[in-house]
C-alpha cells in the first residue's frame, strides 16, 4: 500500500491541542475528505497512521511529520490540498512526500533541537546565562527530576547523556537556549527537565509558564 510522509507546523493556539486530539483532528480530516486510509487488521482495526514524536502540550513546531497509509496511489498534490481544506488555524501543512522505508518514523528519530525562548526581562542578563550554561554543562552529572510512569512518583534522572548541546541564541531582542537533545523511541529527553534543572543550579527563576519552547527539527536515522 502507498505509504506518505506529512510535513506541517503547529502554530499559535492550537499547541494547547494534546498528542491524542491531534490524531483524532487528522482522522477526522482523512475522514470528510474520503482519503481512503488502510487499517491494521484483527478486532479493533484502527487508522494506519502516526506521528514521528509526540509534541507537548504547549510547544509550537517548526517541523513535525505524519506517515500514513493509503489504499490508492492517489497524487500527492492531491491529498495535500485536500487535507490543507480541513486544517485548524495553527495547523500549516507543508509538504507531502512519499516515504522512502518500510521502517516507522518513529522509529528513526533519534535527536530534535528545541528552541527555548526565555522572558524579556532576562535580556539583560545575557551574561550570566550564558555563563551559567557553560558550568551546567560541565557538571558530571546533570540531575533533574523526572516522573517515572508506572509509580508516578518523582525520581532523580541524570540527563546529561541525553544532551547533546545547548547555545545562547539572540532571537527577537530576547534570550533563547538553542537545545539539540536525543529523541526517539530508544532515548528521550523533554526541554522542560533541562529548564528546570538548569533553573535550579542557576538560581534563575524559570517558570513553565514563562519559557515559550519551540521544536525547530528532528534528525532520522540514516
Avoid: C
Wanted: charged share 30%.
Amino acid at each position: 500500500m502507498p505509504k506518505y510522509v506529512l510535513e506541517f507546523q503547529k502554530k499559535g493556539l492550537v499547541k494547547y491541542t494534546s498528542h491524542l486530539d491531534m490524531l483524532r483532528l487528522f482522522k477526522r480530516a482523512f475522514k470528510i475528505t474520503g482519503i481512503p486510509l488502510e487499517y491494521s487488521k484483527g478486532y479493533n482495526p484502527h487508522p494506519k497512521m502516526g506521528f514521528a514524536q509526540p509534541l507537548s502540550l504547549g510547544f509550537t513546531s517548526e517541523a513535525e511529520y505524519l506517515e500514513f497509509s493509503t489504499y490508492e496511489n492517489l497524487r500527492k498534490d492531491f491529498i495535500l490540498e485536500r487535507l490543507k481544506d480541513e486544517m485548524p488555524e495553527g495547523i500549516i501543512l507543508k509538504s507531502l512526500e512519499s516515504a522512502t522505508t518500510d521502517k516507522t518514523l518513529a522509529s528513526l528519530v533519534v535527536s530534535a533541537t528545541y528552541r527555548a525562548v526565555l522572558p524579556l526581562s532576562y535580556r539583560s542578563r545575557i551574561d550570566d546565562i550564558t555563563t551559567s550554561i557553560k558550568d551546567y554543562l560541565n557538571q558530571e552529572e546533570i540531575i533533574a527530576q523526572k516522573r517515572e510512569k508506572k509509580t508516578k512518583k518523582y525520581v532523580d534522572k541524570d540527563i546529561k547523556p541525553q544532551i547533546i548541546s545547548i547555545e545562547i541564541e539572540n532571537y527577537q531582542e530576547r534570550i533563547a537556549l538553542l537545545m539539540l537533545l536525543d529523541a526517539g523511541s530508544s532515548s528521550n529527553l523533554n526541554p522542560e527537565l533541562v529548564i528546570q534543572s538548569f533553573s535550579k543550579f542557576s538560581g534563575i527563576t524559570l517558570e513553565k509558564g514563562d519559557v515559550e519552547i519551540e521544536r525547530l527539527s528532528m534528525k532520522l536515522a540514516e
